[in-house]
């Protein structure tokens, strides 16, 4: 349960909820403190009711209670004026790894005057194999950063390390969790703790409600400025480099109050399909899009096939901006 009581009510209500043995825990969250029992709990709302009259007792019935729509409208996302959730469709682009500084400043440019309204580039890169390019690490931090302010792009940037939450998020305007890390509970806490926007990719084999569960792991924290990204779950089908679940971001949509990005490329796999699956993305009512652009994607470091061409991105845009306008939306 989600419950909300006055400030002077406060300590008499979780005195009594100690009493009855009923494990809570207090989250400021979204500018107000609230209590959060956990979900099996019996609460006595009676009790409750008697010490404040004026508390809201609110049953979410899920796994998830932070993340959920039963108790909050629509959130939007403050990232440094970009609002993500409101009836513009966001766009973040740029390389899937930062290489070097040319690289980012050359793509934030291109992007930036297409429209996108965010910049990302990888500097810890989860790679499958070790042998692989790993990141400029915190020079590439350093590099995006520096190329985020001079052409005025908000930038998003992984962290894979609960030790290395701090200084990314020193670089970072949002620390985004991969993937691969989408239930690295450790790790979900300490982005939680800095307050952030966080971009939660959903794990390669995470249903809808584990995906807002490891969102509730961030929140709990009281950061509630928690983007949801779909990127392609591992299924039987291998034409794709992954399954782009459309129909999650369509349940997703309608069980929590959080934004819905959509990343197109690494699902696509192969840049020929990245801007079909983009537009599906916003069809679906994707609130972000994250999209890897590359000035020559043929020479990249890290996921070469995938990565656009500043051509190709701009086609996304145009097509992006009309798909965008069929559902009443912005771009
Ligand atoms: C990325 O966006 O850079 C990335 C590595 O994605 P994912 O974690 O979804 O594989
Ligand atoms: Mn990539």
Not at 84 to 90: F, H, I, L, Q
Not at 181 to 204: C, H, I, M, S, Y
Not at 216 to 232: F, K
Not at 235 to 241: A, C, D, L, P, Y
């Amino acid at each position: 349960m989600i419950i909300r009581v006055s400030r002077d009510r406060l300590d008499q209500v979780l005195s009594l909820l100690d009493k009855s043995r009923v494990p809570f825990r207090t989250v400021r969250i979204y500018n107000e403190d609230l209590i959060v029992t956990w979900p099996d709990a019996k609460v006595d709302d009676k009790a409750i009711k008697a010490i404040d009259p004026n508390a809201v007792i609110i049953e979410v019935k899920a796994k998830y209670q932070l993340a959920s729509n039963k108790w909050r409208g629509r959130t939007v996302i403050d990232v440094n004026g970009v609002r993500v959730g409101g009836s513009e469709v966001v766009v973040a682009a740029g390389p899937c790894a930062v290489e070097s500084y040319e690289q980012v400043r050359e793509t934030a440019v291109a992007v930036k005057e297409a429209g996108a309204r965010m910049l990302r580039g990888g500097a810890f890169k989860p790679r499958t194999s070790p042998y692989s390019f790993q990141g400029l690490g915190v020079e590439g931090l350093k590099i995006l950063r520096k190329v985020g302010d001079e052409v005025g792009l908000p930038v998003v940037s992984e962290v894979m390390d609960t030790r290395m939450v701090g200084t990314v998020a020193e670089y970072v305007d949002v620390l985004q969790i991969g993937a691969r890390n989408a239930q690295n509970f450790d790790l979900l806490r300490e982005v939680g703790r800095t307050g952030k926007p966080v971009l939660l990719k959903r794990g390669l084999g995470n249903t809808v409600e584990e995906w807002l569960q490891a969102a509730e792991y961030v929140m709990l924290e009281g950061d509630g400025n928690v983007i949801l990204c779909e990127r392609g779950i591992r299924t039987f089908e291998h034409s794709t480099r992954f399954t782009l679940d459309i129909g999650a971001v369509v349940v997703a949509k309608q069980l929590t109050h959080l934004p819905i990005c959509v990343d197109p490329s690494h699902p696509a796999g192969k840049r020929e399909y990245v801007i079909p699956m983009a537009l599906a993305a916003i069809a679906a009512g994707a609130d972000m899009l994250l999209v890897e652009v590359h000035p020559r994607p043929w020479e990249a470091l890290s996921d070469a096939e995938q990565q656009l061409t500043f051509d190709m991105f701009r086609e996304l845009m145009s097509k992006a901006r009309e798909v965008a306008r069929a559902i009443g939306r912005s771009l």
